[in-house]
Structure formats: C-alpha cells, structure tokens
C-alpha cells in the first residue's frame, strides 16, 4: 500500500521572495557612505568622487547586490518564468523522468527551463554565478545534485533568488526548501514485500553510503527485518553508486558467497537491472532462483525482462512540485512547507517470487 505524502512545515524564519536579499542600505553601509551616494553609483549618475564610486562599486561587487533596473524582467510580476536547474547529469532513467516533470511543471505557468551541469558551476565564483542568473532573468534555481553547497546558497539569497533541492543526496540545513519522496516508506515497503513472500535471507544493494535517500531506504529495510525479529546476514549490505554497473559487482560478490541471498532490493532501478544481469551471468533465474526489487518505478522497470517489481516514486510530480514552489516563491507567497514528501509504493511484477524450499532447510 502507499503511504499519504508528508510535509514539515515551515518555521516563522522561512524564506520568502528574497530573504535577507542584500539592498543599497547594506551597500552604502559596507562602503562607508550614504545612501544617496550609493544610489547614485549604482544607477549610473554623476555628481560622485571616483574615490566614492570605487568604493560603493566595490562594496556592491562582494556583497552580491543586484539591482532591480538590471533584472531582466519583473520578479513579483512573474509573466515568462524562467527557471534554472542545476544537475550532476542526465544520463539515468530517473534524471530524464524529473526533467519531464520540470518541463511539465513550468508550462502551466507560461515558463521554461534551462538545464546546466554541476561541473560548469564548480569554477565559477558563486556570487557571480548567482548575479549572472538574476541579471538573465532566472526567478529560482533547482538542484538536483550530489552535494549541497551552502556556497552557492548564500550567493543565490544575496540576490534574492530562491532555491529548492530535489532529494538531495546530503542532508541541508531545515531552513532551505527540498521535495523528495518517502525513502524510508518505499524501503520497508519493498523488504516486507519479500518476507511475505518468504525470503529470509534478503540482500540491500545500495547507492552511496553518505546519501541521505539512501540511508533512508536502507533504514526502511532494516526496519522491515527487524519487526521480523531478523538480522541481516553479515556481508549483505553493500554500498556503491546507483547504477548498472554497481549491481552488477554487489550482485555478483553476494551470489557468489558462501551465503548467498535469496532476495535482492536494490536501491535503484539500475542498480536492480544489474543484480539480474549478474544472476543470468551466474546461471541463476529471476525469479525462480532469485527475487529482485527495484527503486525509482522508471520505464526501465516495465520494459525489463522480467518486468521489474519496484518501488515506485512519483519522480515527474517531484519536478512539478519542485516548479511550483519556485514560482509561488517568486510571486512572494510563502511556501506551504520546508519540506516535501510525495508518496512511494510498492508495484509488484514478475521479479519476484517466494523462495525454493531448501532455504528453509
């Protein structure tokens, strides 16, 4: 069964439109002068010392200001939102399905999408980065990425751009907006799916170890063992990347052990995709010989053979949702929660089965 999406819900100090955006009066003040001086540097007018204008443009440059005649359009007035996303790649199921979701999300409200690789921000100066975006028309950032930068957080809130991060594989401070799914739910759900079944001896392939997501749905399935009053087999947890590759090596090395699992969850569709190339590699069947679960519910689950039992995560409503914020935040409505959990769960399909019986035995 599923479980009802889950929100924490925002502190008095959650940031709107342009939270502690930085304004002239902080430029004038980090410059040493008054505000009328400040004004006129920063709006092109004569009448100011050089050494004046050196200062206040100085003071404007570390500080991040961006003024409102450099936007490129209107914020609060959003006609044609434009919106960046930040993302390690797209070369993954899951990566296609949340840029679908983004696409869909910003048609609704006339808007569009520009898509940049996180290794193309790395160099740049944050502060830069950020007054580049506001100056060009961007109303938000969305990050889907491995690691949160708290860098590139404050540059976006000095120019008064909102961000909101999309599972972040680490955990950021409770005060930045983040949509995910219910991790743990899926987890658990996908583990007591195979005890039903059975199955004691039941195997988690993981992504990586310090991953937030991760960690939750590995919480789920060691939560699902224990209810049952098991411990997991030593050796049958593992920890890689969420990719073919990854349950291909984990998959191999556990059914090649000298105690083997019956069962598999896999921490991503890939990760699944690569468990059952392993078991055919090594003459095993799926589901006869091994049970497997993925996570994600990609297209890749409904197209693999055997069709992929998978916990399934509304990725596209992730990115609609992810979209939605960002705009209600550029119209300088507050957001409805910190944090966002849409619902996971379980499909079954044909690759899994209860166990033989001499596991049992």
């Keep these: ?12 100090g959650v940031p709107k439109l342009r939270p502690n955006r930085v304004n002239l009066s902080d430029v004038a003040r980090a410059a040493g002068v008054s505000v009328a001086s400040a004004s006129k540097v920063l709006n092109g007018r004569i009448g100011v010392a050089p050494r004046t204008r050196q200062l206040v ?36 199921p899951y990566a296609v399905q949340l840029l679908d979701g ?24 944050p502060i830069e980065w950020a007054q580049r975006l506001a100056r060009t028309g961007r109303i938000g950032v969305i990050e889907t990425v491995s690691q949160f ?19 972040p594989l680490d955990v950021p401070p409770q005060s930045y907006l983040s949509v995910g799914a219910t991790n743990f739910a899926g987890g658990k759900a996908a583990t007591e799916h195979l005890l039903n079944l059975g199955h004691t001896r039941i195997a988690f392939i993981g992504g990586s170890e310090g991953s937030e997501c991760n960690l939750a749905r590995q919480h789920g399935y060691l939560a699902a063992l224990s209810q049952r009053n098991l411990i997991r087999a030593d050796g049958h947890i593992t920890f890689g990347d969420f990719s073919f590759e990854e349950g291909l090596r984990s998959a191999t090395a556990l059914l090649t052990s000298a105690a083997p699992p019956t069962a598999v969850f896999a921490s991503s569709d890939l990760v699944a995709l690569g468990t059952i ?48 914020t960002i705009v209600r935040l550029a119209r300088g409505e507050a957001p409805r929660a910190n944090r966002v959990e849409l619902a996971t769960h379980l499909v079954v399909r044909d690759s899994t089965c209860p166990p033989k019986a001499r596991e049992s035995s």
């Design 1 to 12: 069964m599923g479980v009802e999406p889950t929100t924490r819900t925002p502190s008095s």
């Design 57 to 92: 443009e100085e003071a404007a440059e570390q500080l991040g200001y961006v003024a409102v005649s450099e936007r490129e359009r209107p914020v609060r007035t959003v006609r044609e939102p434009l919106i960046e996303v930040v993302t390690t790649s797209l070369n993954s």
């Design 102 to 125: 983004l696409m869909r999300g910003a048609a609704p409200h006339g808007g569009s999408i520009t898509v940049r690789a996180l290794d193309t921000v790395l160099d740049d100066n």
């Design 149 to 167: 930068s708290q860098e590139r957080a404050d540059a976006l809130r000095r120019v008064g751009l909102p961000l909101v991060l999309v599972d």
């Design 277 to 324: 190339e392993a078991a055919r590699t090594l003459g095993l069947r799926v589901p006869e010989d091994l049970s497997v679960v993925g996570f994600d519910d990609t297209f890749l689950a409904q197209t693999s053979s055997p069709r992929l039992t998978s916990v399934h995560q509304p990725i596209a409503e992730i990115g609609t949702t992810a979209v939605d």
